[in-house]
């Protein structure tokens, strides 16, 4: 039937139920007969769905025989009553719409026979199952679904199905759906389950994770599994393979050769089988996101922390990915650009979403500040948060950011991006509330920057030197006091609850987004503190587990990146080596456990030079250092170099 409307050169539609006079009022409105057309009851049935979406062409006539328009002329009446996007009813690919925007478009439709609600739908979704009116609605639904994934994902779909989950990634409810944006990443990555690939590049704070993840969960239907990495670094990448590992080998056993985690598996081994299983020949219809891809390792490049994501792509010419970054050297797939909200109402539907002040339209104001903050949805985010948690005025704190702001070309005439300074301002202005509601959460604020942005925890700070500052004792008393503090940064939207790879060993971490990091660090502390950095990597080579210790790689694991934050101190002379030989030793041990043998020998010569400055050569904690760097470089290969040491 759906093809027979398809294929028809025009529809005529009668409505019984709308009368139109045959002369108009003398103003010529047609308001009386528009209003009872959108209440007709023909879009309130099942069976005339596909007799709107398949013609080309449709007019409508009321009861007395006239012609009250078109499909064409009355779109926006019929968008407005029935949902249906206007592409739908303009010809475009139902394939296109997801399988739950579909089923939606029939949601409050009724049929006569109970069975029709899952067969007045065979042609919207293009399958085909035999017709049973004894069967019951229930029953008709399920085969109908059924046909549904066999025909979008083959029929061995089920073989790699994976329970849709981005528990990994941080979502926003103030996120703005950026309609054409979504549109064209769903054209894309539509195909017939080759590779496609789409990058969204754009600023920091932009808004590209959550474009990702608005297109996941709209779209989740039309893929067997969708998967969530953290690319900022190797190391990030790594242990969201691992999770992937296990989110894949709790509902497919024999999938995959990894270890659970009772055994410290070589992370590399880990990520290759999950390559593979998505290269296997049916496996197609995966979607990967990758997201914080913002240091590309490019030809001729020499930064130690660039990253080639191509080691992390599945090797087959198969599947669908997204990568965000903010760099525009990434040269893989389709780049779609994430600009700033271009319409003023989208702004001011964030900050009112976020600060949970309605009438914003009304307040002069109120657009004034939306229009200084130029689309950015990070910063309109971050005023909405503190509007939230203050009682001042929109006028109020657009005073404030132009304080702000002014203050800013003074300090940091470094910034010379209007985006750079807009963002700072905000966060400048948030600071200084959380100084006076909070000192502790101001300090922790400080402190996060002399370490990596994701999952700084409670246990981590709390454990330690006995010699830190008092508002630190203070901060990390008990775990009320810690998540107090964390909770006025989290009301201001400055810091969220981490979404680490790793099963949490000890308490939930927080992070912080990677743009208020970098606020942290380049203005929060403008003046680099040493005795901060110094602290900060006293804290982490503290907290590097010991052998006998239960399950020590699973937390040596989560410091990894903490580790990388305090070698990246070292490497650039911003941390003091005096007094850290110790501490130096415990990181290099991590690094060697972890099989990172070129960091782990850098450590281990910083400890060698401390403990034979301050002790001697023959001191037995100088002969512990010696020991285990010669046993890594015996493990390099480097047999000279080991000899020499023992």
Not at 37 to 43: G, I
Not at 159 to 166: A, H, K, R
């Amino acid at each position: 039937m759906f093809r027979w409307y398809r294929d028809a050169t025009k529809c005529y539609v009668y409505l019984p139920d709308v009368s139109r006079p045959r002369t108009d009022p003398a103003n010529g409105s047609n308001e009386d007969w528009v209003s009872i057309f959108r209440k007709s009851e023909w879009f309130r049935r099942g069976w005339t769905l596909q007799e709107l979406i398949a013609p080309a062409s449709v007019d409508f006539f009321c009861k007395e025989g006239e012609l009250l328009g078109s499909k064409v002329s009355l779109e926006r009446h019929i968008c407005e009553v029935t949902a249906i996007p206007a592409r739908a009813l303009r010809g475009s690919p139902l394939s296109d719409f997801s399988v739950t925007e579909r089923f939606s478009w029939a949601a409050s439709r009724e049929t006569f026979r109970q069975e029709d609600k899952a067969y007045s739908l065979l042609g919207i979704f293009d399958v085909n199952i035999p017709l049973i009116y004894s069967e019951g609605k229930d029953k008709a639904m399920q085969r109908l679904r059924e046909e549904i994934e066999k025909a979008s994902k083959g029929h061995k779909r089920e073989d790699f199905s994976v329970t849709f989950s981005l528990s990994d990634a941080f979502d926003v409810e103030h996120f703005m759906a950026r309609e054409d944006e979504l549109s064209r990443i769903h054209k894309a990555l539509r195909g017939d389950g080759s590779r496609r690939a789409v990058v969204l590049q754009g600023l920091g704070g932009i808004g590209k994770t959550q474009l990702s993840i608005a297109y996941a969960k709209r779209h989740k239907d039309d893929y067997s599994a969708i998967f969530w990495l953290n690319i900022k670094d190797e190391d990030s990448v790594k242990q969201s393979f691992a999770k992937l590992a296990k989110q894949i080998s709790k509902e497919h056993p024999l999938a995959i050769p990894v270890s659970n985690q009772e055994r410290n598996q070589n992370l590399d081994e880990v990520v290759e089988s999950v390559k593979a299983w998505l290269s296997l020949p049916s496996n197609t219809r995966w979607l990967m996101i990758y997201d914080n891809y913002d240091t590309p390792k490019l030809s001729g490049g020499t930064d130690p922390a660039a990253v080639d994501i191509r080691k992390f792509l599945p090797e087959s010419y198969q599947g669908s990915i997204i990568i965000t970054t903010r760099s525009s050297e990434v040269r893989i797939g389709q780049s779609i650009q994430v600009r700033k909200l271009s319409n003023i109402r989208d702004s001011l539907e964030i900050l009112s979403t976020v600060s949970r002040r309605q009438e914003l339209n009304t307040d002069p104001n109120t657009v004034k500040l939306a229009e200084e903050l130029d689309g950015l949805p990070l910063a309109l985010a971050t005023a909405g948060a503190y509007l939230d948690q203050t009682p001042r005025s929109f006028s109020d704190y657009l005073r404030l950011y132009k304080e702000s702001w002014a203050r800013l070309k003074e300090t940091s005439p470094e910034l010379s991006s209007y985006e750079d300074r807009t963002l700072y301002s905000t966060w400048q202005i948030s600071f200084d509330n959380i100084k006076q509601r909070n000192p502790l959460s101001a300090s922790l604020l400080r402190l996060w920057a002399y370490f990596d942005n994701q999952d700084l925890w409670f246990e981590l700070l709390r454990h330690g030197e006995s010699d830190k500052p008092e508002w630190l004792r203070e901060l990390t008393k008990d775990e009320l006091s810690f998540d107090g503090a964390v909770r006025v940064l989290s009301s201001h939207g400055l810091v969220e609850v981490a979404t680490s790879p790793q099963e949490s060993i000890e308490s939930k971490g927080y992070s912080i987004h990677g743009c208020v990091h970098y606020w942290t660090i380049h203005s929060l502390n403008h003046e680099w503190d040493y005795d901060l950095a110094k602290l900060a990597v006293k804290i982490v080579a503290a907290h590097v587990p010991i052998e006998k210790d239960s399950q020590p790689w699973m937390m040596q694991r989560r410091l990894l990146q903490h580790a990388a934050r305090c070698s990246y101190m070292f490497s650039n002379s911003l941390v003091v080596d005096d007094e850290l030989a110790d501490d130096c030793h415990n990181l290099g041990y991590l690094y060697a456990d972890q099989g990172k043998l070129v960091e782990a020998e850098r450590m281990y010569q910083r400890a060698l030079e401390g403990k034979e400055k301050a002790w001697g050569p023959e001191h037995t904690s100088t002969l512990s250092t010696v020991n285990n760097l010669a046993a890594l470089y015996a493990d390099q290969g480097k047999l000279v170099e080991a000899e020499r040491m023992y």
